[in-house]
């Protein structure tokens, strides 16, 4: 049906025609701007190239390296603040590079050598895992000054934030347990045993399950988020680094780093149900804002493999730079 006609039948449209095209017009426009702000991207760390690859993920191409020295490897998404923290182990802290940008914005000192990194879902508060002084540093996202800076287990790596903001998980690698840190209070709440060298967490929407993949004793342990009770040990590939959840959470996604391949666990049964073949030495893993597409970042190979969790099976590969290791949150909504 044509737009003129159609107005004109109707009593309630008493503006003239001219007027009502141009508003019909400025209502497609801001149709456009909203998706456009709503664009996604992938931000994968190079250790070895220094910078961080950016990825459009409407079309799955690099459109832009942003220098960020200090070797970096950890990524974390700001969604509130459209601000990316990246950890720079050599760096003594992490920068800041702005999301709409695509410019570092800031750099911040923490000590030591920082791996995991981590925000709030509220985007107010930015964790900070420094492996070699075994603390978690917790700055303000506002003002990024230090709130407060926490003794947890040997050798701080994943971390990863509650829904509701109240609880900070910490994989401490060389103890082999997992830290639950109470936001409130700023305190230990728990910490438990779980597999040999704990690396990358994971949690579900409801903050009720926690994953985490112990890289030497390669499988997956599976715990009550609220109390650290151990559910279940889930056997994978060779050194599992991290972990992400797709289809509904229906299934866990885990990087093998010895196996170049990435294991699916049935999140029902907790069984593992296939393992798929990605590039060399993959690390970092997150899924789309589909849910339906996991990226996965490959160490020597320089690349990106795309996962579609529907087939099961490698559906692109991007190139992105030398030393991809993307540990963390790093796809942007």
Not at 10 to 32: C, D, E
Not at 250 to 259: A, G, H, R
Request: net charge neutral; glycine share 6%; no cysteine.
């Amino acid at each position: 049906m044509a737009i003129q006609p159609f107005l004109y039948q109707h009593k309630l449209f008493t503006m003239p025609y001219k007027l009502i095209v141009r508003l019909f017009s400025f209502i497609l426009l801001l149709a456009n701007s909203s998706s456009l702000l709503a664009q996604s991207y992938a931000y994968i760390t190079n250790q070895l190239d220094n910078n961080v690859a950016v990825i459009d993920l409407k079309t799955n191409q690099l459109i832009k390296s942003i220098p960020v020295k200090g070797k970096p490897v950890g990524v974390a998404v700001n969604h509130q603040l459209d601000q990316v923290y990246i950890s720079t182990p050599e760096g003594n802290g992490f920068v800041v590079l702005d999301a709409k940008s695509l410019q570092q914005t800031n750099h911040v000192k923490v000590g030591g050598a920082s791996v995991g990194i981590a925000v709030s879902p509220d985007g107010q508060r930015i964790f900070v895992a420094d492996w070699y002084e075994n603390s978690v540093s917790i700055f303000d996202s506002t003002h990024l000054e230090l709130v407060k800076k926490l003794t947890v287990g040997k050798s701080p790596s994943g971390l990863v934030v509650s829904p509701d903001n109240r609880w900070l998980y910490v994989a401490n690698r060389m103890d082999d347990t997992i830290s639950q840190i109470d936001l409130s209070r700023l305190s230990i709440r728990n910490t438990t045993k779980v597999g040999a060298h704990p690396f990358g967490l994971g949690l579900d929407k409801k903050g009720a399950r926690l994953y985490s993949a112990n890289v030497e004793s390669n499988d997956v342990s599976v715990l009550s988020a609220r109390n650290l009770k151990r559910m279940a040990r889930v056997k994978v590939g060779g050194r599992p680094y991290t972990l992400a959840l797709a289809l509904n959470e229906t299934l866990l996604f885990v990087t093998n780093q010895d196996d170049n391949s990435v294991s699916v666990i049935d999140t029902v049964t907790l069984k593992e149900i296939k393992q798929i073949e990605v590039g060399e030495k993959p690390e970092g893993i997150s899924t789309h804002t589909d849910d339906r597409h996991v990226y996965v970042a490959n160490w020597f190979d320089g690349t990106v493999s795309v996962i579609d969790a529907q087939t099961l099976s490698v559906v692109d590969t991007i190139e992105t730079g030398d030393g991809s290791r993307a540990f963390g949150d790093f796809i942007s909504k």
